[in-house]
């Protein structure tokens, strides 16, 4: 993963590529929220590091991943958290690590996040590319949700990324 850019370079330090919120909810419904680890670092490798479970964090959960300009992710099941062992969760290896199998294949056989949901509202559609067309045609430089691919600029680039997104027409597949 490369990392976030803003106007002068990296967004973060060296090996961060971007903030994500890592929420817990409840197994059985309405799901309801229980905790947030917000502002947790992606790293380049993909991979997040969470060191503050506690024993509020034990018991089964769904693990929801958010982003600036992603669409909000859940696990495919409920996961068990003991906050005396690591938990170790890999979205990449499958779609079907998701719910829904909601995660796109990418061109190195890893499952990713869609990108696209720059205004938040769980879908990526013609809203979000309006909000990225208007941002690229201000020519925005720096660290925005418009800025799909990351490298500190609004353009074309993120337009083509929406575009491939939105075709599917993508969108939250919650429990």
Known sequence: ?????????????????????????????????????????LQTNGTINIKTFTSDHTGTFYVVIKNRNSVETWSANPITINSLVP???????????????NLKLMSDN??????????QDCIVDASDMAIIDNSSTAIKLGYYPEDLNGDGIVDAS???IIDNNSTAVVHVMRP
Not at 5 to 32: C, K, M, W
């Open 110 to 119: 890893v499952y990713a996040i869609f990108s696209g949901d720059a205004n």
């Open 1 to 41: 993963m490369n990392q976030a850019r803003n106007e002068s370079g990296p967004q973060f330090d060296n090996g961060i590529a971007d903030s994500i919120r890592v929420e817990l909810h409840n197994a059985t419904s309405p799901y309801e929220f229980v905790s947030s680890f917000g502002s947790t670092y």
């Open 158 to 160: 993120d337009m083509a």
């Open 87 to 101: 938990l170790f969760y890999d979205f990449s290896t499958s779609a079907s690590q998701a719910y829904g199998n």
